[in-house]
């Protein structure tokens, strides 16, 4: 009789099958997923059916259908794994972002902008510190036209950024469209301040200081013809453009002499002196200079017709305090001091 001893052959667990019958599906997937990301997506769904809590399926599932573009099954996969996986939550947030802003963008494109609001506005969620998305969302409710909005949200956002230049020429964008060109105008400045080479912001720069020259124009053509009011008005606007231009102050200015109005035209030339950081070599600076003389002397004279002889006094003293060259200054001083 001959016995044979047989070795025992430990048999695989079903658990053990199935690891390797996913491993095998997902190095397919790998493949896949360059060439045939639909092919991926059948793949990893027979994968899930046999594994259905196994987080890494649903997040190379979610990427499959990113690949087609298919964003919003991409969303829910990727979402699953955040359920399934809580502690790689870095990671899947933010491929979630992400996809919320890819699917924004293509709804954006669609002309859905409502539906793209609502993913911009997800995808801050996941990254609330993420300016881009911040300044996507902001530019989709600047074309639902929800402006209160977006000025709101963008000054919450600069409160904590404080330095996007890309935000300062959103801002200067909605401030054009209310037609405050004054707080448009120095926005596009901090947003060049902050990146000379944002040629957006410089070229709404530029359509402001051309707006103005033209309300520079036009108050010229009213002065010429004697519509001084008119002409104020058109240089104040030309000044809301560019508050920067210092011969528009300085045109104000004389206007405002030329009407009476002496204590706004020292304003506006005062202004335009520290604009030109009273530099005695500025040509602009000796003109603005020249103006706030003529200002003194003018209000002066108004100031003694009306018996105020010590401010008609004080204000020619102020006027030769500029110019002590000026003898016509002295004379009018003289004979208001022998007629007090």
């Known amino acids: 009789v001959v016995t044979t001893e047989m070795s025992e052959i430990a048999l695989p667990t079903f658990t053990e099958i199935m690891e390797k019958k996913i491993g095998s599906m997902l190095q397919e997937v790998a493949e896949l997923l360059k060439n045939n990301p639909r092919g991926a997506v059948i793949k990893l769904t027979r994968a899930i059916a046999l594994q259905p ?19 919003y099954p991409a969303i829910l996969n990727f979402r699953k794994a955040l359920l399934l996986r809580p502690d790689n939550k870095d990671t899947l947030t933010f491929k979630l972002a992400q996809v919320c802003c890819a699917y924004g963008e293509h709804l954006c494109e669609e002309k859905q902008h409502l539906q793209a609001l609502e993913m911009f506005k997800m995808a801050l969620e996941y990254q609330p510190h993420n300016g881009e ?16 909005e977006c000025i ?25 469209m209310f037609g405050n060109n ?4 120095y926005d596009a400045c901090r947003a060049l301040e902050l990146d000379p080479s944002n040629f957006e912001a410089s070229h709404l720069k530029d359509e402001l200081k051309a707006k103005a020259e033209s309300f520079k124009n036009q108050a010229i053509a009213h002065a ?20 920067q231009g210092v011969d528009y102050h300085i045109f104000r200015g004389s206007l405002y002499r030329k009407t009476g109005q002496y204590d706004k035209a020292v304003d506006d030339l ?11 070599e500025c040509s602009v600076y000796n003109m603005a200079s020249r103006q706030l003389i003529l200002t003194y002397n003018d ?42």
């Open 299 to 340: 209000f002066a004279i108004e100031c003694f017709s009306k018996q105020h002889y010590d401010e008609a006094v004080t204000l020619l003293n102020k006027a030769i305090k500029s110019e002590k060259m000026e003898k016509g200054l002295y004379i009018n001083r003289g004979g208001m001091c022998t007629r007090i």
């Open 270 to 280: 005062l202004l335009a002196m520290d604009i030109c950081e009273h530099k005695l």
């Open 224 to 243: 010429l013809v004697g519509e001084r009011a008119e002409a104020i008005k058109s240089i104040t606007s030309a000044i809301e453009s560019n508050p």
């Open 53 to 71: 809590n196994n987080a890494e399926l649903f997040r190379q599932r979610a990427e499959a259908y990113e690949a087609l573009s298919d964003y």
């Open 133 to 148: 998305y911040a300044l996507k969302r902001i530019m989709c409710l600047s074309v639902l036209k929800r402006y209160d």
């Open 152 to 176: 709101e949200m963008i000054k919450k956002q600069l409160e904590e950024e404080g330095t996007s230049s890309g935000l300062y020429t959103s801002r200067s964008v909605l401030h054009m």
């Open 182 to 185: 004054t707080q448009a105008f």
